[in-house]
């Protein structure tokens, strides 16, 4: 059985990695969600005019990874206080959510967010949507794997970003 699960946590193509590693996964597309038009375009999406969100979709065999494992990933790949984007990539199109798909995720979501905003880790509130999975439209091919097919112009984007530093910041050794 493949289950699947949909996160948003800014650009697309460094979520992408975090979960391809893990045991388990069997494919992460990077795609649109939780917006107005069907079949929006990257130029579209990227305007911040169809109010979609760049996100993941990660198919999974929950046999050997759970969803609450997911969800630890996705948590320490994140800024979670931040409604303006991630990082360098500002606008809605870039905020992060949690898009269940079944009452069960959104249990288990709505349980770990609460976890992480006692655990201290962070001053500032939570501000992660967790909300029902719409239609989730995958990106154009070229942005498929883009850290495999243009690992430089990747490792430059996403070093240049921030998202590490923040990472290894927040996260130090407990980072996955």
């Known amino acids: 059985m493949i289950a699947k699960a949909i996160f948003a946590g800014g650009c697309f193509w460094c979520m992408e990695p975090p979960f391809e590693k893990l045991d388990g996964v069997h494919a992460v597309v990077s795609g649109y969600i939780d917006g107005h038009k069907d079949n929006p375009t990257y130029q579209e999406v990227?305007?911040?005019?169809?109010?979609?969100t760049e996100a993941v979709e990660i198919s999974y065999d929950p046999s050997k990874i759970g969803f609450e494992e997911l969800l630890e990933v996705f948590w320490m790949n994140i800024n979670p206080t931040d409604?303006?984007?991630?990082?360098?990539?500002?606008?809605?199109?870039y905020r992060t959510g949690i898009y269940y798909l079944n009452d069960e995720q959104r249990q288990l979501a709505e349980a770990s967010k609460e976890r992480l905003a006692k655990s201290g880790r962070f001053d500032s509130?939570?501000?992660?949507?967790?909300i029902a999975a719409t239609q989730f439209y995958p990106a154009e091919d070229y942005h498929q794997d883009y850290y495999k097919e243009c690992p430089v112009r990747y490792k430059s984007y996403r070093y240049n970003s921030g998202r590490?530093?923040?990472?290894?910041r927040v996260w130090g050794k407990d980072k996955t």
């Open 83 to 93: 409604a303006g984007g991630q990082f360098v990539d500002r606008g809605s199109q």
């Open 164 to 168: 590490d530093q923040f990472i290894n």
């Open 46 to 52: 990227s305007s911040g005019t169809t109010g979609h």
């Open 125 to 130: 509130p939570i501000v992660t949507e967790i």
